[in-house]
């Protein structure tokens, strides 16, 4: 059984507690954590919430679930919960809990037909996981946040783990800065409790014709990182990097 946290890390349940990214209650409001995105039309928002946080629940969620995870009134999100049953973007399982829908499926592979980037960088992402024995993962950048396009789990026990389709927002942890554009001299950029405590990463933009089009990083305990981890993996992870974007660029002149 796994357990997810709040960012959409998990880590299995007999896992020793897994290095959790999760904003601290300390912390400063974050609109980008905000459950309810703002579109301006508001019941797709809604509707969105609630996809959301049922992709974010370790097991189906029951309607009262779905009202805690987005603030939603009862009424509505259980009349956006059957319309998204209807379209089968969420089904009932026995219970009457609400899980996700097959549909999203066939979404999903048509989504990833239009990003040839995470294909093209899976063998390098395999390499360098390999090669530090960290978690990996290859973002992308969307409007204000980034969002995880592929991930690779380190096999420690004890390890960061984000899901794929998980949204972060820029400016925290190595990867979002990248994204944000602040690319440092090294070419790589590192981070230590930035995103959240007792959390390092190490990450590198992949870079195609000269545009910032995803970056690779590791991500781990401090424990195992080190309190200023660019040195020891920076070198690694910008050779990731550049074969991704090699790799991306030779399957587009196919």
Partial sequence: MRQRVPDGSTTAKSD??????????????DPALDPVARSGVGVLD????????????PAPCSLGDLVAATGISRATAHRLAVALEAHRLLRRTADGRFALGLRLLALGRAAADDWPLAEAARPALESLRDATGESVQLYVREADHRVCLASL????????IVEEGARLPLGRGSAGRLLAGEVPPLGYAASTGERAPG?????????????VVGAVGISGP?????????PR?????????????????ASSRR
């Fill in 16 to 29: 020793p507690p897994a290095v959790e990214p999760s904003v601290q209650p300390s912390d400063p409001p």
């Fill in 46 to 57: 809604k509707a969105v919430a609630v996809l959301d946080a049922v992709a974010g629940a």
């Fill in 153 to 160: 789990h380190s096999g420690h026990e004890l390890r960061t």
């Fill in 199 to 211: 959390v390092g990463s190490v990450s590198a933009p992949v870079v195609v014709d000269g545009e």
């Fill in 222 to 230: 401090l424990g195992r990182l080190g309190d200023d981890p660019g």
């Fill in 233 to 249: 993996y920076g070198p690694a992870v910008l050779r990731a990097a550049r074969s991704v974007a090699a790799a991306l660029t």
